[in-house]
């Protein structure tokens, strides 16, 4: 994940201890004879995805679609005046978020120490942990982090004094060199956590202040748990929220640490980050400089379902230009294993390869066992999971037997990746230039 020094949000000069050696039979979908190697000699042979021993279900992201991604949402946040943080918990992977970096992401923003400790190895130099912290030697960590290189930057969420006083009490008898960056989190009720009024924002940030280990250094939320809808109503009960939070983060910037030069607020998943330009750019707060971090994570593979239906860049808010939308990125192919009744075909792919908390898998085209190329699949439903199995309703008449290979679409890709330790990156003519490590 190493790069130029052109790169923001990653270390130019740092090696990645990530490195796992020979792959052994640890990961699913890679070929049998590639024991020996590692990843990224795998990638380096450029093997075909049908020709070049992989095994299935394989787990496969298309690389131009990720470049694609990439770049316009790289474009679509600089022209709105966002800096972009993709929140990687969705594929828990420096070599998918490379992508992003090398578009020039602003940082990464992730959601567990564990996370977070796999970005910092990997040379990422900003890290956005957008969850409350509590776990005190991780937060010694970050600030051990913080003080070897004052190019690195590290926000964290607190939302209770409570929880301000957890983080200091962290670094009793040993301040750290530079105080730990946090942000005063909002919520709103029946949501996770988050300050709930404004006048609870304000109790926070000066407890923040209380304590001289700690940095106020903005706001942050999250208005994905508010709606799911693009509907009139979905939509201003989201700039609402959003508005709640543009009132915090003007409530904090006079009380932020005076070291920081700028006032961070963060919001904007993956359905609503156009509204979080609309409310939350424009001007400074009271006196520092407003950064407004968007944290979008599904974006970079996309998908076929829930993301394809609801996002600002796809479905029916998108662009009629093609150019200007996402494309899906990941698809699973899996084996025919057998046709049972002529109108059911069971695939070797089940829950533990396929999500289905936002929809089943879609069966969008097939390959013949004897080769050739993929045709597409009309009149196909996958109706059922086990843990091995998938139920593939089709025509009496469709030319699908065992051995055949099925590409399966999904919905909600942040719940797909977490099946699998690696992804398969392949061009448009199916050569693997990549193996991308998850780490889950």
Sequence with gaps: MTGSAATPGRSPGDASPLDDGAVGLRFKGLPPDAADLTLAEIGAERRNLFAGGFTFPALVLREAALRHNAALMARYTDERGLSLAPHLKTTSSPDIARYALDEGAWGVTVATPFQARVFMAAGCTRVLLANQLVDRAFAREAAAWLAADDEREFYCYVDSAEGAALLADAFTGAAPRRPLPVLVELGHE??????????????????????????????????????????????????????????AARTVAPLAHPALPELVVSAGGSLYFDLVAEVLTGGPADGKQRRVVARPGAYLTHDEGLYHDLSPLDGDAGSAD????????????????????????ILGAGRRDLNFDEGMPTAAAARDHRGGAPRPLTGCEVTALNDQHAYLRVPASLDLSPGDLVRLGISHPCTAHDRWLTALIATGDDTVSAVARCYF
Excluded: Q
Aim: proline share 7%; hydrophobic share 40%.
């Design 322 to 345: 093609p150019a200007l939308r996402l494309l899906p990125a990941i698809e699973v192919w899996a084996p025919v294993l057998t046709r049972p009744e002529p109108g059911l075909v």
């Design 190 to 247: 029946g949501g996770r956590g988050g300050c709930r009024t404004g006048d609870a924002v304000r109790a926070v940030a000066e407890a923040v202040r209380s304590h001289p280990e700690l940095a106020l250094a903005g706001v942050s939320g999250y208005e994905g748990s508010v709606s799911h809808s693009r509907g009139a109503d979905g939509l201003d009960a989201v700039r609402a929220y959003l508005r709640r939070l543009d009132a």
